[in-house]
């Protein structure tokens, strides 16, 4: 039988130098202090037993780390105290109870092998007892500080002070005190490891203090507390007498004047049954409610919601689809698509006003008049018009509203437009319903999946109101620049209307109907006292601006505006009149230059056509050919979309080589840069793969791109041109820089049917089967092009 297997009773005595350890997890016991330890660990149990039929000390030491299960001796602190086992409980449960008395401290030499139980070498720490006045002072502060924590302790029994007053010895009392103390495991142990007793002592009084301070503010603190329910209490006491003598006298207080005026709102609100009750449940609470109660403020605002809130559906006007019609023509310019869309949609209305109506989303870049088409559905509808702004929303609690349980909560912003509107069948326009973003607080666009449904809205729920609410007779009409950040269940619940921008001709009429007269008025002119004539503005259109709306053009108006009105506030001139010419005084120096006029036919570069959230614009794509291994090199902050069309397109260009009379040797040696000019601004998409390749071809052909010549769509490697979406865009696009002629992949061919006619007319049109037609079109003179 091995020595760990043997019995406590068969083990040999323990040399003097030797104890048995028990390590506490997060238990310190201090010499001269009985105190029970729980013991569960295998040999831990061990040694107690050995302890108990041996009548020898046992060694109690702290952990360093408590969830180590068998401590080594870097684990154990050094420093222990030897203890004497007074008494042994064991439990059913497998863990044993002792009650240990403190004797005196020791350190930690060396772990010996060889027993059941963790036992160490150890050294013991005499107590040293100086006799000098100072410690004396410190023990007989000790001993008052002791006293007076003792007193502030509840239930702490009275043998307890009568063993700090009996305890002397300075050690002695410094070990009881640190005992009592309620600090961590950690300070206790390094009390425990300080040797020197006077600075044991000066450590005891220092924690001491700061527990006395602690109990003293809790005490404070409670009766303070304790004074002011007490206070809370006498003062609604004599609110309830102050009520009834109001009411023997006859003297309606003012809170209950307010309960009338509720309760008269609520009745005439026109709630359902059921949610009137509930109102009026609420409203007796309010009446039971002290003025005073926070609660009572909380309740008072609910009920006012309750009461302004349409919950009626007033009489609906009927629909003139003439005066609508009337109204889309005199609001907006051009749009024919969208407003024979809007008509549609309002003569559905008037056939089943009780109908559920489809959500439009109006999608465009900024300034081509989106909110102002909700505005003028409004109008043609004759019903209240309230915009709810989405743009930034990061919390869902602002589409649902808070619970009344928070300070400060509030209705969600569908239920304050509604309040706005006052109109349950009002237009509500939600703008910038792509700018929402999820967060930690929730996702606002799962709010608007219910808010969205014809099939749940009628009962929609809002978190502050907590009863449901009909939301079906709501007009919803929202707004986007880019659809794609439209998470897909909330684009599923909304049909989208493409508004792709203006041309220029479209911008010149929009300015002469509309931006010149409220720009005139904005800034304090009649009619006819500044003159903007038609080559002024198409020069602005021109030179000023590159938009796909109309924004930045209204504000360069606004300028001139502000211009002329110094001049006529000055009395320098009584009427001033702007040509192309005067612009360069008032807004400087053109703005943007003809991009194709910096162009000329170099073989190498290529202009293609790109899609943007603001409109459509032209992208440059330059090649050229240096000495090297082979190697393609992209710049022009390309995403990966585009380079892998760039990686596509030289392969094709290797392919075709001998269709394009492009010698195979010129591939050798050389590294091929491909570069897409304005590098700060990041590019991505499935537009460019056509450019990049007649660039490619143009550079190792020697073949120069006509200049005038842009084009769209994609490649695949067996050299078919593929369709890509945005063409109204980058027809329009086209057209502002000066392109003459235009490749489009012939599948596309559908999409010209929403390009404006003059567009059409203004431009030629080259559809693309194969890279074969494109290089025809591009790189030399077609016979075969098709005009539209």
Not at 33 to 49: C, K, L, Y
Not at 193 to 202: G, V
Not at 357 to 364: K, R, T
Not at 686 to 701: D, K, N
Request: with cysteine.
């Amino acid at each position: 039988m091995s020595a760990m297997e043997q019995s406590p009773s068969n083990l040999p005595e323990l040399p003097a130098d030797v104890i048995a350890l028990v390590p506490m997890r997060n238990v310190v016991l201090f010499p001269h202090v009985i105190m029970p330890v729980a013991v569960g660990r295998t040999r831990s149990i061990a040694a107690i037993q050995h302890t108990l039929q041996s009548k020898v000390p046992v060694g109690i030491v702290l952990q360093k780390n408590p969830s180590v299960d068998e401590p080594g001796l870097d684990a154990l602190c050094q420093i222990g105290t030897i203890a004497n086992v007074v008494r042994h409980i064991a439990s059913e449960d497998g863990t044993h109870h002792a009650v240990c008395l403190g004797v005196e401290r020791f350190r930690i030499e060396a772990l010996v092998e060889g027993y059941p139980f963790l036992a160490a070498r150890i050294r013991r720490i005499p107590e040293a007892i100086p006799d000098t006045t100072q410690v004396e002072a410190l023990t007989l502060q000790l001993r008052e500080r002791a006293m007076e924590i003792v007193s502030l302790l509840p239930g702490v029994p009275a043998e307890l002070a009568h063993a700090l007053q009996a305890t002397r010895a300075p050690s002695d009392l410094a070990d009881i005190t640190a005992s009592l103390l309620d600090t961590e495991v950690a300070e206790k142990q390094k009390l425990l490891e300080t040797i020197d007793i006077e600075e044991r002592l000066h450590s005891v009084l220092q924690i001491l203090a700061r527990r006395i301070e602690v109990l003293r503010l809790s005490q404070e603190i409670g009766e303070r507390t304790k004074e002011q329910m007490e206070d809370r209490e006498r003062k609604f006491l004599l609110r309830e007498q102050l009520r009834t003598i109001q009411k023997e006298l006859g003297e309606d207080g003012e809170n209950e004047q307010e309960v009338v005026k509720l309760e008269e709102a609520i009745t005439a609100a026109g709630m359902p049954t059921d949610i009137e009750q509930q109102t009026h449940k609420e409203l007796q609470r309010l009446q039971r409610m002290p003025a005073a109660s926070s609660e009572f403020s909380m309740l008072h605002t609910y009920l006012e919601w309750m009461t302004e809130l349409p919950w009626q559906l007033p009489e609906e006007k009927p629909i003139d689809l003439d005066a609508a019609r009337t109204i889309l023509e005199a609001d907006h310019f051009g749009l024919e698509r969208i407003k024979q869309r809007i008509i549609e949609f309002l003569a559905v209305q008037k056939l089943k006003p009780q109908g559920r109506a489809p959500i439009l989303c109006f999608a465009g870049p900024p300034g081509v008049g989106k909110t102002s088409l909700g505005q003028s559905i409004a109008r043609a509808l004759q019903r209240p018009f309230v915009r709810v702004s989405l743009g930034g929303v990061h919390d869902e609690a602002e589409m649902r509203g808070h619970r009344r349980t928070y300070v400060g909560a509030m209705p969600g912003n569908i239920i304050q437009g509604l309040r706005k509107a006052g109109a349950r069948n009002c237009v509500m326009m939600l703008d910038e319903i792509d700018k929402m973003t999820a967060s930690a607080h929730g996702d606002p666009a799962a709010a608007l999946l219910e808010i969205l449904d014809p099939e749940q809205n009628s009962t929609f729920r809002d978190n502050y109101l907590g009863v449901p609410f009909d939301l079906s007779r709501v007009v919803f009409i929202a707004t986007a620049n880019v659809i794609d950040q439209i998470p897909p269940p909330v684009r599923d619940r909304m049909e989208i209307i493409d508004l792709p921008g203006y041309t220029q001709e479209e911008k010149l009429q929009i300015a002469l109907r509309y931006l010149v007269q409220r720009q005139s008025e904005a800034n304090g002119l009649q009619t006819d006292q500044c003159m903007l004539t038609s080559a002024a503005l198409q020069s602005i259109i021109a030179n000023y601006t590159r938009e796909a709306g109309v924004r930045q053009f209204e504000r360069e108006i606004g300028r001139i505006m502000r211009h002329a009105a110094l001049q006529i506030a000055q009395g320098t001139q009584q009427q001033v009149q702007i040509d192309a010419q005067n612009l360069e005084d008032i807004l400087g120096p053109e703005k943007y230059e003809h991009e194709l006029a910096l162009h000329t036919d170099l073989p190498g570069v290529a202009t293609g056509l790109a899609w943007t959230p603001v409109g459509g614009d032209i992208l440059f794509i330059e090649a050229t050919r240096i000495n090297g291994s082979g190697r393609l090199i992209l710049t022009g902050q390309l995403g990966d979309v585009m380079k892998e069309s760039a990686q596509a397109a030289l392969t094709l260009v290797k392919a075709r080589a001998e269709d394009l009379h492009i010698p195979t040797s010129v591939f050798e040696g050389i590294d091929v840069h491909l570069h897409v000019p304005a590098g700060a601004i990041p590019k991505d998409g499935p537009s460019a793969g056509v450019a990049m390749f007649i660039a490619l071809a143009s550079l190792f052909a020697n073949r120069p791109v006509r200049h005038d010549v842009a084009m769209t769509g994609e490649i695949s490697l067996r050299g078919l041109v593929l369709p890509v979406g945005g063409i109204k865009e980058k027809i329009l696009a086209a057209q502002r820089a000066g392109i003459r002629t235009v490749l489009l992949p012939a599948r596309n061919r559908k999409d010209l049917h929403d390009v404006p006619e003059a567009t059409r007319t203004a431009i030629q049109f080259v559809f693309l089967e194969t890279a074969d037609n494109a290089v025809q079109a591009a790189l030399g003179k077609s016979d075969n092009l098709e005009s539209v």
